[in-house]
């Protein structure tokens, strides 16, 4: 089992930065797909990116251009650098861990192990 631990949120302007981190803490060594999944009041969660093991990445077509996820392993840690930030982009935004790493889901329930969330403001 793996605990996954988010940071980095807070309120920003349209055209701002922010970096997400989300630690994992457990059975690290196992390999894991890691995703970045967000959800604003009153929408499902949606997909925005993840990372495989052996640094594979899919994005979500909102996002590209704009977002980058990467993983340092050493520090069991994946981040979500965020750019060019709009109003739409308000929202929690969740790190989770998948146990399918033979290709990258991007589906919420493929997703086994969920961290608490971060709230990331974009004000106009």
């Known amino acids: 089992q793996v605990q996954l631990v988010e940071s980095g949120g807070g309120s920003v302007q349209a055209g701002g930065s922010l970096k997400l981190s989300c630690l994992a803490a457990g059975r690290t060594s196992s390999r894991y797909t890691v995703g970045w999944f967000r959800q604003a009041p009153g929408k499902e969660r949606e997909f925005v990116a993840a990372i495989n093991w052996n640094g594979a990445i899919v994005a979500a077509d909102s996002v590209k251009g704009r977002f980058t996820i990467s993983s340092d392993n050493a520090k069991s840690t994946v981040y979500l650098e965020m750019n060019s930030l709009k109003p739409e982009d308000t929202a929690i935004y969740y790190c989770?861990?998948?146990?399918?790493?033979?290709?990258?889901?991007?589906?919420?329930?493929?997703?086994?192990?969920w961290g608490q969330g971060t709230q990331v403001t974009v004000s106009s």
């Open positions: 989770a861990a998948s146990l399918r790493v033979d290709s990258i889901p991007t589906l919420a329930l493929f997703y086994a192990y």
